[in-house]
């Protein structure tokens, strides 16, 4: 009888990781050992595209910050790392045309760094607001990962813009530490801890600021080749996922509902919902994502019309679909079409 299949376990890019080897070697750790305690090979950071379990990663990590005594590492490994650190999505953001395009590139290739979580870009008003959600408990490690992450990707906005901006607020989900003087010197903004997610508020308006190192005909043969390390990436038991692709799969042309996505998956909607809590997720965003993603994968198709689109992505008016469509990318869906032939 063969063996049973076995579904692979949610990894991490070693970019996620890389930036911490300078900062131990600088602080006398030796390498050799800490890795091998780990499990990581070092010949796994010649590719950009090696991958580790999560739990690996997070557990060297924490060791890390263990043996230097350094509360803030996520922070200073994120001060410190070069701007192509995180691979083909760095390459990508590097060569987009604006800040919003750039962060809209973020939030489709996250995956490539870590297939956990999301990273969303919400638009509100004169408002825009970058989180990363990961379905984890905001413990001593997750504050490192989380840290780093929001400071990385403000540091790159303004080093690609040239444009020294800060946000309007900044918000942790963990507590808040006993020291924040590198959390000031860095993010330059009101800090509350203990919210519900990690994110950066800032101005909307800073969306439309220019990449200095824009170049659109990269930025496509970028996506192509993105959009194929996708492709290659195995996805994990991840439950918000397969929520997220019953939507789409049931969603053409209408607003599934808590009840049928909980019969496609052969539990009651009060189990469904339970699920969810557990992972604090959002049934309404879950089928807001799938939505998107619908909207996404038709809004290209020149055999369609815009209102096909909509009808299709399961809005009931051109007036929601709009206003949805601009809340997603920040411009409306025929302008968004266009962008796609230039």
Known sequence: MPPKATKPSATISVNVIRP????????????????????????????????????????????????????????????????????????AISASDTLGDAYRRLTRLHRLIMDIG?????EDGDRARLAVRLPTSPDRVYRQVAEGYLLGWLRRGRELTGVAWSPRVVRFRHAQPDKLDNHQRLFRAPLLFGESVDEIEFDRSLLALRIRSAEPGLAKILDRYADEMLERLPRADDFAGRVRQAVVKLGVGTSPTLWQIARSFHMTARTLQRR???????????????????????????????????????????????????????????????????
Do not use: N
């Open 118 to 122: 999301a990273v969303e870009l919400v």
């Open 276 to 342: 969810l809590s557990e992972e604090k997720l959002s049934f309404r965003r879950l089928v807001d994502d799938g939505r998107r993603d619908l909207a996404m994968r038709y809004v290209v198709r020149d055999d369609l019309s815009i209102a096909e689109v909509g009808q299709l992505a399961g809005f009931d008016s051109a007036t929601s679909f709009h206003r949805a469509f601009r809340r997603w990318t920040g411009m409306t869906p025929a302008r968004y079409r266009a962008t796609q032939k230039t």
């Open 20 to 91: 911490l080897l300078p900062l131990l070697q600088l602080r006398g750790v030796p390498l050799a050992p800490l890795l091998t305690r780990h499990r990581i090979a070092l010949a796994l950071f010649e590719s950009e595209e090696s991958r580790i379990p999560v739990e690996q990663g997070y557990a060297f990590v924490d060791d890390a910050a263990l043996m230097l005594g350094e509360p803030d590492l996520g922070l200073l490994a994120a001060e410190q790392s070069p701007l192509g650190t995180m691979g083909v999505p760095a390459y």
